[in-house]
Nanobody
Framework: QVQLVESGGGMVQAGGSLRLSCAAS????????MAWYHQAPGKQRELVAS???????NYADPVKGRFTISRDNVKNAVYLQMNSLKPEDTAIYYC??????????????????WGQGTQVTVSS
């Protein structure tokens, strides 16, 4: 069974920094795209940043220049360094990964996995 476990959320004042971590474990063959989403109260879950296995990154406009996504393919982990945090960054942050698992001697399957979420609160 595959799990994504997040850590690093918390409360910080505006202008501060936080670093989120997410590690995948279980029967993993490899991991394709990894990403961070966030969901503020009363709003839909939105993409914050994504990173391909080869390190190609993509950011939502509101976080460009402030957040940095990175990954460690050996540790099956993804990180989100968040700097210059603003109150509007307050949300639950979710890790997401496209994980390939082995289903047979010569077969694999790609499934979409989510972490449990970690709260980030930025006070003004």
């Amino acid at each position: 069974q595959v799990q994504l476990v997040e850590s690093g959320g918390g409360m910080v004042q505006a202008g501060g920094s936080l670093r989120l971590s997410c590690a995948a474990s279980g029967n993993i063959f490899n991991i394709k795209d990894m990403a961070w989403y966030h969901q503020a109260p009363g709003k839909q879950r939105e993409l914050v940043a994504s990173i391909s296995r080869l390190g190609v990154t993509n950011y939502a406009d509101p976080v460009k220049g402030r957040f940095t996504i990175s990954r460690d393919n050996v540790k099956n982990a993804v990180y989100l360094q968040m700097n210059s945090l603003k109150p509007e960054d307050t949300a639950i942050y979710y890790c997401n990964a496209q994980i390939v698992i082995r289903t047979g001697a010569f077969s694999t399957r790609t499934d979409n996995y989510w972490g449990q979420g970690t709260q980030v609160t930025v006070s003004s």
